[in-house]
């Protein structure tokens, strides 16, 4: 029997697709607020608490909790492991918020062209976003008339992803991830103030999301699941019939307080299940590319152009319109953008930890000297 250790030193899987249908989800789940307003009700969220869009972020984080703690086991160095994250995030992430900024901004803001770039929200905008600190989704004037105002909602995960790999960049430092005892003990301690805080979150209001700890919660859960995941794969049996306790107990915990912990668990052995099979026709779609980044950051400002364009839109009209512009951008985005800022990795890698230690050689001569 596989273990997921035997099948992650595989390139073959389906993971680039999954993370694809996962950013397809979030679109189709954020059609139904773009097209109708904010009481609209998404799909799923009836049925389980939890939205398309939700489960569609679920399933990034715990791919991701998995698959970055591999590449920090796998790189050269912590520059190098840094290095590799920043270019999958920024670049792609730079352009986007450049096309909002000066393209699709003045182009269809209700303001002047020079209110809208004397105005210090559009700037805001641009630096907030890029720093990913206190993130911003208006720009002045723009789609204010929108049954959902804003330019690009689907940014704020991004804040959680970039302090995921910082933690995960941190024990890596510390060698977490190749020593049980030292990971163990991240996962008990992380387990405790997990359960801690739910308990007082289940019997105080006043906790709820105290200073963005429930969302961190929210969000980290499925990332360190991937991670565990990951560290204690070779005694993680690849079977579906694997999934059979975890559904059980989904199930015995529905409409709970402590369901959304149990679904996750579910999720997260499905996910990495299904990313495994071995289904060779599938796998030939990772010879296109992972596109999955580009659909989810350019697939609310799209949907927010046709929705402003074409008044009383339907959910699936704004959807069938959105997808195949929102494929084509991120098409362009994968093949322009995103390959080739990653292909540059080792290069900037290297170049920043000569700097690095330059900048170190030089305080140590300065400060033996003025000794």
């Not at 900024?101 to 890029?130: D, Q």
């Not at 919660?217 to 306790?245: A, C, D, K, N």
Request: aromatic share 18%.
């Amino acid at each position: 029997m596989n273990t997921l250790g035997d099948l992650a030193s595989r390139r073959n899987n389906h993971f680039n697709l999954i993370r694809l249908l996962a950013a397809t989800a979030v679109l189709i789940s954020h059609s139904y607020p773009l097209a109708l307003g904010h009481d609209a009700v998404e799909p799923l969220s009836d049925w389980i608490g939890l939205s398309l869009g939700d489960v569609a972020v679920i399933t990034f984080f715990c791919i991701s909790g998995f698959f970055i703690s591999l590449s920090r086991d796998r790189a050269d160095s912590t520059m190098d492991f840094f290095t590799a994250r920043f270019l999958r995030i920024f670049p792609g992430l730079i352009l986007v918020l450049l096309l909002s900024v000066f393209l699709i901004g003045p182009l269809l803001t209700t303001l002047s062209a020079s209110e809208y770039f004397r105005s210090g929200e559009t700037y805001g905008y641009l630096a907030h976003n890029l720093t990913l600190f206190s993130m911003k989704f208006q720009l002045p004037g723009l789609f204010q008339n929108n049954p959902w105002p804003g330019i690009n909602g689907s940014l704020w995960t991004l804040f959680y992803e970039v302090a995921l790999y910082l933690l995960v960049g941190a024990l890596g430092t510390v060698s977490f991830f190749s020593e049980g005892r030292k990971f163990t003990g991240f996962v008990m301690s992380y387990a405790a103030l997990y359960v801690s805080f739910k308990a007082l979150m289940l019997n105080s209001a006043l906790v709820s999301d105290f200073y963005g700890t429930e969302s961190f919660f929210t969000w980290s859960l499925p990332f360190v699941l991937g991670m565990s995941f990951y560290r204690y794969r070779q005694h993680i049996e690849h079977r579906f019939i694997g999934l059979l306790p975890f559904v059980v107990l989904a199930a015995c915990t529905w409409r709970t307080g402590y369901f959304f912990e149990c679904f996750v668990l579910a999720w997260t052995y499905l996910i990495f299940y299904l990313g495994y099979a071995t289904q060779p026709a599938i796998e030939r779609y990772n010879q296109l590319g992972d596109y999955s980044y580009g659909v989810y950051i350019y697939a609310f400002p799209i949907q927010e152009v046709i929705a402003h364009l074409f008044k009383g839109l339907g959910p699936g009209s704004l959807m069938l319109l959105a997808f195949p512009l929102v494929l084509l951008a991120a098409i362009f985005s994968w093949h322009f953008i995103e390959r080739p800022s990653m292909a540059r990795r080792r290069e900037l890698a290297k170049r920043l930890s000569s700097r690095l230690d330059h900048m170190k050689t030089r305080w140590n001569t300065t400060g033996k000297g003025n000794a």
